[in-house]
């Protein structure tokens, strides 16, 4: 089904569009200009998000998958808040209401926009993305040549496979493999014509392998071995999530040496003592901004120095780099082992609306491909709660609302044909 692509101005689509284009962009934004209320753009995605839900709740209704993961991080939520309230390690409320943000804005903004995706039958918001994507791609791949043999200030300057590591305008390598997959996402929806699909195809994968990380690696890798895999049939069977794991594992080794298997490493660091801490603290763990997060960092927790983290590289007050860079330890040590289950539900149930995705076996390989790149990403970084990892989940949400509605449009020509019959 090629959409028609329409550029007539709809406000919603248009806010929802812009917020996707914005999310990226704030990284520069914010470290080149000095922008840095820009920096807050997810956060204020997620209160539209919430607003929004809110309203449609009130006029529509909200079913399903969305409405189990809304009470479910409701639940994550009170799980989390009756930590904060028992153990008292942390007593200012704004942290512990800016870390029960970055919960939400996680799933509140997939629900949104898949919501946005499903209702959009004019095709409005990709008609808006297409252009900056196609731009986003081409002068990335311009300045990603030119970059390895000349200094653009946009590559780091330790060499890793024989390349310098490139992230063109958006200061972080890892993070701008996650823009260039989701910008060609978006132009696999659009249905551009099928040569000039194949060479946004090869750009892609070209400026990811440039990033030379193995979290956006992982990304590449398992959209691959899905296109091939996906002859017959699209479906997420046990054998195609085996090949994933093993693929993933593969593509990134390098990571797991440098950062897993050092039992010293700040990350490593960090996931046991978030298990240490849900032991602790069982069962409501410790609660919001006292473990893993960006506030427990900035107001460096109580338990840290409970735990010695002042002595320790990357974990200090002096040089606290590595105190925000493992979701994992995060989630298991704030939420607890209920919250953690809950969470990891949550989580599983995004795959239920990605298996039934059935535009074309493209699409559905990267949307879940990006997916699980998020997913691995936590085990050694905080990539999923990040503005790239709020935009990934806007543009998967989005992907997974366009599958419906042309699922719906199949079903209804499927009982049409069966009525004619």
């Given at each position: 089904?090629?959409?028609k692509l329409q550029f007539k101005i709809s406000p919603r689509e248009f806010i ?161 493999g996650y823009i260039i997959a989701c910008a060609f996402l978006i132009l696999l ?233």
């Amino acid at each position: 089904m090629a959409p028609k692509l329409q550029f007539k101005i709809s406000p919603r689509e248009f806010i929802f569009a812009f917020f996707i284009i914005l999310l990226p962009f704030s990284l520069f934004a914010e470290k080149k200009l000095g922008l840095t209320i820009i920096g807050y753009s997810d956060e204020t995605l997620c209160i539209i998000c919430i607003l929004y839900i809110l309203y449609f709740s009130f006029k529509k209704g909200i079913k399903g998958i969305d409405l189990t993961m809304l009470i479910l991080l409701i639940v994550c939520s009170v799980i989390t808040l009756c930590g904060n309230l028992i153990n008292k390690l942390i007593t200012n409320w704004f942290p512990i209401i800016v870390d029960l943000v970055c919960l939400a804005k996680i799933f509140t903004v997939f629900i949104v926009y898949k919501l946005v995706g499903e209702r959009d039958t004019k095709k409005r918001v990709i008609s808006y993305l297409v252009p900056i994507c196609k731009i986003t791609i081409i002068l990335g791949s311009i300045f990603g040549i030119l970059s390895q043999f000349v200094n653009l200030g946009m590559t780091t300057p330790n060499r890793r496979y024989g390349i310098l590591p490139y992230y063109f305008i958006f200061e972080n390598e890892g993070r701008y493999g996650y823009i260039i997959a989701c910008a060609f996402l978006i132009l696999l929806l659009a249905k551009l014509p099928k040569k000039q699909e194949r060479i946004y195809e090869v750009l892609m994968i070209f400026n990811i392998i440039i990033t030379t990380k193995g979290v956006t690696y992982i990304i590449v890798i398992s959209y691959i071995v899905l296109v091939i895999m996906w002859k017959k049939t699209l479906k997420l069977n046990a054998k195609t999530l085996i090949l994933l794991i093993l693929s993933g594992l593969a593509a990134s080794s390098v990571q797991i040496n440098t950062y897993l298997r050092d039992t010293e490493s700040p990350r490593v660091t960090l996931i046991r003592y978030g298990f240490k801490t849900a032991n602790t603290y069982f069962p409501f763990g410790s609660g919001f901004a006292t473990y893993g997060s960006d506030m427990a960092a900035r107001n460096y927790s109580k338990l840290y120095i409970k735990y010695g983290f002042e002595n320790r590289y990357g974990l200090s007050t002096l040089n606290s780099t590595c105190l925000n860079d493992c979701y994992l330890g995060m989630v298991v040590g704030q939420f607890g082992y209920i919250g953690m289950i809950v969470f990891l539900v949550m989580l599983c149930l995004i795959f239920v609306p990605l298996d039934r995705i059935a535009i074309n076996k493209r699409v559905k390989a990267l949307t879940v491909s990006i997916f699980i790149g998020l997913l691995v990403s936590c085990i050694g970084t905080a990539i999923i709660k990040s503005s790239i990892g709020v935009f990934s989940m806007a543009v998967i949400g989005l992907i997974c609302g366009y599958s419906q509605q042309y699922n719906s449009i199949l079903e209804a020509k499927k009982a049409e044909k069966g009525d004619n019959n």
